[in-house]
């Protein structure tokens, strides 16, 4: 009996074909290909596509052959996710090889991907307002959801019996440098570290294989800003390396103690969500005190005292396993003096510290003593996606 044929599965759209989904009156999806090949992915699609190659995204590859072919995956998307597929007299247009064939809708391995689904808007009425600048960065944010969206989609179609509905957490280039650089860092004995990280880089993600990496049992994160821990809640879910492997804990929770228990006996890793507020005074972005009227404009827990916070980060420092701490939005409250100390009282100085921002890397490492630092600008991840179109 032959062997069965393995195949590299694939999805991809073109940069025209997204800039209408963007910025075109009407539209409201993102027309795109998914297809199979015994072949190189690239050579394959330079090979469908009309005009330049250069002018395609790639939204989804299998890191390897695969079973299953392309046709099932088109069940898929029209039985379980009730997606139509391309016309043809639009195909033709945006694909070379469907101008040789005698095609109807049964035919094409192009789909209508919903704007919605994907988490994108049409800006057609914001357009003539925008600058171009504006446009690249819509349009670079879009590439990003689509990518996600299809990653997202095809681990569905793959992991269906197992009824995961994970996916993996890919590397730009720039973000496997950074967490590589820190990987290093703290093996050579640097224990406290800086990141300075742009918009969209990713934070979450990153410290989150790097937990992975340097196989600690609990990582501690620590923020003034409450709305960093729905990231991690949702990246620990979402992503296939995490999500069997973390437990996630509040330290909010009356009984977070015997979840951390419970987790380590289940053989899990701990993230460990630390609020820094409590006490008697609130401060904002600034280090300004909050008033209390005020509490309710800023996304910060005014439940948790003083007392509370200096119980759990003793209970934190007494546990015997091997620890990592990130203070997320570092330049946000936690810059402070005061919420310096309030960490340092659970740390040890030999566990690795990440303190972690986006916006003024000054002030949020003015507290600590900082041995190393690396950083991901805007302009590194522009590049690199525009050098992957």
């Known amino acids: 009996m032959a062997k069965k044929q393995k195949h590299n599965h694939y999805a991809y759209t073109t940069m025209d074909l997204l800039k209408m989904a963007l910025f075109m009156h009407g539209e409201t999806y993102i027309k795109t290909k998914c297809g199979d090949t015994t072949r190189k992915v ?73 704007l919605k689904d994907i988490g994108i808007k049409n800006l057609s009425k914001q357009v003539p307002n925008m600058s171009e600048e504006e446009k690249q960065y819509h349009f670079l944010e879009a590439v990003d959801s689509l990518i996600a969206y ?129 006490g008697e005074k609130f401060y904002d972005e600034d280090g300004k005190i909050i008033p209390k009227s005020s509490l309710k404009d800023y996304d910060i827990d005014e439940t948790q005292t003083a007392d509370q916070r200096k119980d759990r980060l003793a209970f934190i420092r007494k546990m015997r396993c091997t620890k990592m701490w990130i203070v997320e939005e570092a330049d946000q409250g936690a810059w402070c003096l005061g919420q310096y100390k309030v960490v340092a009282q659970g740390r040890k100085d030999d566990e690795p510290l990440f303190v972690e921002t986006g916006t003024n890397p000054e002030r949020a490492m003015s507290q600590w003593d900082i041995e190393y630092v690396d950083s991901i600008m805007y302009s590194e991840m522009v590049e690199e996606k525009r050098s992957l179109m």
């Open 150 to 278: 299809m990653n997202k989609l095809y681990s569905e179609h793959f992991c269906e019996d197992q009824n995961n509905n994970t996916f993996p957490a890919g590397l730009m280039r720039v973000q496997q440098r950074l967490i590589e650089n820190s990987l290093r860092a703290v093996a050579n004995g640097i224990c406290n570290i800086l990141w300075h990280v742009c918009a969209r880089g990713q934070k979450t993600k990153m410290s989150l294989l790097t937990a992975l990496a340097l196989d600690v049992d609990i990582v501690v994160v620590c923020s003034y800003v409450l709305s960093v821990f729905a990231s991690y809640i949702s990246d620990t879910k979402s992503f296939s390396q995490t999500c069997d492997r973390f437990a996630i804990v509040n330290c909010n929770d009356s009984d977070y103690k015997k979840q951390i228990a419970t987790a380590r006996r289940a053989s899990k890793k701990v993230i460990l969500l630390m609020s820094l507020c409590g």
């Open 42 to 114: 690239q050579q394959r699609v330079g090979e469908q596509s009309t005009g330049n190659a250069s002018n395609t995204i790639l939204a989804f590859k299998t890191p390897a052959k695969v079973d299953g072919r392309d046709y099932e995956f088109h069940t898929f998307l029209e039985n379980k996710k009730n997606y139509t597929k391309v016309k043809e007299k639009v195909l033709s247009t945006i694909s070379r090889e469907v101008q040789d064939w005698e095609l109807d809708d049964t035919g094409s391995e192009w789909f209508n991907i919903p």
